[in-house]
């Protein structure tokens, strides 16, 4: 279990806050949502997160990009968001873009958009923009 350093997460958090998205970003100026993850699970948790390889352009096959991806393998779902978990989100059934779970606040999400960049949000918040289906992953390793 991870010890919870409220202020570390908060000042790493709002250092990130507006950074615009761009595909394949790592940082530190621009990021995309699998960067952004990687970032924070360095810089919070000293986790080493797999490469994202670029995804195929056909929707049945980002379906099988998700679920055959190398990075899976270092995560378990679970039933409810853990602190520094990673969340994958869906509009509709196949998930395609991915945040961090923050135990802050009540819960949010760290994540980056392109119409964004990195942002927080409560899932209430993201439901309203449109997406639908949350999925709870917990490290190991």
């Given amino acids: 279990m991870l010890i919870i350093d409220r202020t570390k997460v908060q ?8 950074k615009p998205w761009e595909t394949g970003a790592k940082g530190p100026d621009k990021y995309d949502c699998w960067g952004l993850l990687q970032h924070i699970q360095k ?3 000293g986790r080493e997160i797999i490469d994202a390889f670029d995804p195929p352009v056909k929707l049945i096959s980002l379906t099988r990009y998700v679920r055959d991806h190398p990075a899976r393998r270092q ?9 520094l978990g990673a969340v994958l989100l869906a509009h509709v059934t ?4 991915v945040g961090t779970w923050l135990e802050l606040d009540g819960g949010l999400i760290l994540h980056s958009q392109f119409a964004t960049g ?3 949000d409560t899932i209430p918040a993201l439901k309203v923009a449109g997406w639908r289906r949350f999925m709870f992953y917990d490290w190991i390793g």
């Fill in 94 to 97: 196949h998930p395609f873009h």
């Fill in 118 to 120: 990195v942002t927080v």
């Fill in 11 to 18: 000042v790493l958090v709002e250092s990130l806050l507006g």
């Fill in 75 to 83: 995560w378990k779902e679970v039933p409810a968001p853990v602190h």
């Fill in 43 to 45: 810089e919070l948790a």
